[in-house]
């Protein structure tokens, strides 16, 4: 009769690594999606900011409460263009006081913004 053999063979320690090493990947993983979108949602707030402000000024110069998009972008307004980073859809219409809600970030996030 043979004696029982002692510790684990190589399968078993080979085994495990691969175990490990799975668990630390879908943990990176992870962890990159949620800064991926942290930091699409923190681009998104610089032209959210940049809105708040024009439409500060468009309320001051024209004595209303309400400014369109269209009347904040273009050539000869307060921004000249605005480019989406992640799929965006700004407001049509911004009101004094009311936070700003940018929705369709990444086609799934909101990110909102009160001035």
Known sequence: MQPAPQGFAGKEIALCVIF????????AY?????AGASNQDKAVLC???QFAAAADQYYLENGVSTVAYRDL???????K????????IYPVYFTQGVTITVTGVAGVRTVTYAP
């Open 47 to 49: 032209p959210i900011r």
């Open 20 to 27: 490990v090493l799975g668990i630390l990947a879908a943990l």
């Open 81 to 88: 263009a605005v480019n989406t980073v992640a799929g965006e």
């Open 30 to 34: 992870s962890a990159y999606q949620k």
């Open 73 to 79: 972008v273009g050539a000869t307004n307060y921004i």
